[in-house]
């Protein structure tokens, strides 16, 4: 094994997960690490009525999530992803003989925090396993993970979804189990001058803590399963416990997949999708595989337990090798290692340090700021985006109003652009401001568009361009009522339907009246005065 190895760009680098590494991957069809390329073409199956009218499809999910400790599992390693290649090891990581394991106490906080958060109950007393299997990457011969005791199971979390008539429905999704576990190294098959007859391992990932987390196989749609995954990531985001960063690997998801015919309760024979590195593709595999096994039955043919790539180029699974004998990884209790002991003193005092979750925070928001579940959403969308939203929104008028500035002025124009929220060149102060401007009646609605096509051309922020532009208003009353004279002396039609009684038409003579003036009457006096002129 090399010692320093040239560092290869991170999209070069293969991330599979060990348990597939059964068979080296200069037999497969293609390398995992290419599913990453961002820039390919994506053939996405959709699901037709018919398949899904006579077959019912059955999914359950695998996420491997990396602990965001400072340390490894087991020793004291840096927990962090890259570095030149094979430094961040030591004897213990190595499993070289005579050393031993010490479990990070913190690891097992995170662990138990996101097991908590998704509603598991954690085990006082679990148990460390050894996985035996021999791959290159993995130099002990052995992962430490956990069996028949893991540290917590019978979780679940709600995800939306549709029924059978196309409403809006929220499904509990089973969770079996949480476990803690440690990842392997890795192999690079690519990126060096010899790829093509050596493959490199870099070790620095060994002993990352790692915790698995086991859906019941709940999921009967594509489309559940990309719900579920987005609600479980942000939820472990919310926790802190990973960064769930999938391009470094640090959130990674196989997923299992079976159909039988709708009225059946035995299930059919499962494929495992392995290694897909977006929640985009997973879908699109899941739509892929189902597509697949449905015309293999009618046809008259059988699934074939398996263990099936993605190819994100081609859009279509491929057979990685059989599943039929089932792995024997001579589980036995690690002996390095005591039972884990979590007391619910311990608990009590993690349970504390339980941010408040995601959902949660969306029903608070909608009641304390009466917004729209679409606002709260988007607020939602990270935790610090959510806090800075919520502190932002205490200084303005109305928050109601800052939320629904986002909606309308911010979401359009970043997606144009391909920016995130954070991105923003318009700050939540920014938008406070202009939010309190609208409140007062200070700026239109067309100078406030103006000001922020103007903020986006220029990369600035609302307060700087609205005090250099300072857009002119008219709040002379004379001046107004002149314009509303013209514009109701030409529709003398909707004045009469005022009169009659359809007072909503008032909108009307307000937009006429706004739209001669350019933009730039007052809105708040030009409402009072074109009812003034109405009812006269
Ligand atoms: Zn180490």
């Not at 589980?331 to 608990?347: R, T």
Request: glycine share 6%; with cysteine; proline share 6%.
């Amino acid at each position: 094994m090399p010692q320093n190895l040239t560092p290869v760009p991170s999209t070069q680098q293969s991330r599979s997960w060990p348990a597939d590494k059964k068979s080296f991957s200069k037999t497969l069809p293609f390398e995992p690490g290419a599913l990453l390329e961002s820039k390919v073409m994506t053939v996405t199956a959709s699901l037709s009525p018919e398949v899904l009218d006579r077959y019912e499809p059955v999914i359950g999910l695998e996420v491997h999530v990396q602990l965001l400790t400072n340390t490894k599992a087991f020793c004291g390693c840096a927990n962090r992803f890259g570095g030149e290649p094979n430094t961040h090891i030591c004897p213990t990581c190595l499993g070289l003989p005579g050393a031993l394991p010490v479990l990070n106490k913190r690891a097992v906080e995170y662990a138990v925090l996101a097991a908590t958060a998704i509603n598991c109950e954690v085990r006082e007393h679990s148990v460390f396993a050894r996985k035996n299997y021999f791959y290159p990457d993995l130099t002990k011969g052995y992962q430490i993970s956990q069996f028949d005791k893991p540290l917590a199971e019978h979780g679940w979390i709600d995800v939306p979804t549709r029924d059978g008539s196309g409403l809006s429905v929220t499904k509990r999704i089973g969770i079996t189990r949480l476990h803690m576990e440690e990842d392997a190294g890795k192999s690079l098959h690519d990126g060096f001058p010899d790829s093509a007859t050596k493959t490199y391992v870099d070790l620095n990932r060994c002993g990352t803590p790692l915790i698995e987390i086991v859906s019941e196989p709940d999921l009967r749609t594509p489309d559940e399963a990309y719900e579920y995954l987005t609600r479980l990531k942000e939820i472990l985001l919310y926790t802190g416990v990973s960064d769930c960063n999938m391009e470094e690997g640090s959130l990674r998801c196989d997923a299992n997949v079976s159909v039988r015919p709708r009225g059946q309760t035995k299930f059919g024979t499962k494929a495992e999708v392995k290694n897909v590195n977006s929640f985009r593709f997973i879908r699109s595999a899941l739509e892929y595989e189902i597509e697949r096994q449905v015309e293999l039955i009618e046809s008259g043919g059988r699934v074939a337990q398996e263990t099936r790539l993605w190819n994100a180029n081609e859009g279509r699974t491929y057979s990685m090798r059989s599943k039929e004998q089932a792995h024997d990884y001579r589980y036995f209790p690690e002996p390095d290692l005591p039972p884990l002991l979590v007391s619910g003193a311990w608990k009590a005092i993690l349970a504390e340090r339980m941010p408040e979750l995601p959902e949660a925070r969306r029903k608070r928001m909608i009641a304390e700021y009466q917004i729209t579940m679409q606002d709260a959403q988007t607020l939602t969308a990270t935790r610090e985006y959510a806090d800075q939203f919520e502190t932002a929104a205490k200084q303005a008028r109305s928050p109601r109003r800052v939320a629904n500035l986002i909606q309308s002025e911010l979401m359009g124009r970043l997606k144009a652009k391909g920016l995130d929220l954070e991105q923003s060149p318009v700050t939540l102060q920014g938008l406070v401001q202009a939010a309190d401007l609208t409140e007062s009646g200070e700026l239109s609605s067309k100078q406030l568009k103006g000001l922020f096509d103007t903020a986006f051309e220029n990369g600035e922020d609302f307060g700087p361009v609205y005090e250099r532009e300072k857009p002119q208003q008219i709040s002379d009353p004379a001046a107004l009522e002149k314009l509303i004279q013209e514009v109701i002396a030409a529709n003398p039609k909707q004045l009469e339907q005022y009169r009659a009684g359809k007072k909503t038409v008032a909108a009307f003579f307000v937009g006429q009246a706004m739209r001669l003036s350019k933009g730039q009457a007052n809105p708040a006096l030009l409402n009072e005065l074109v009812t003034k002129h109405l009812d006269a």
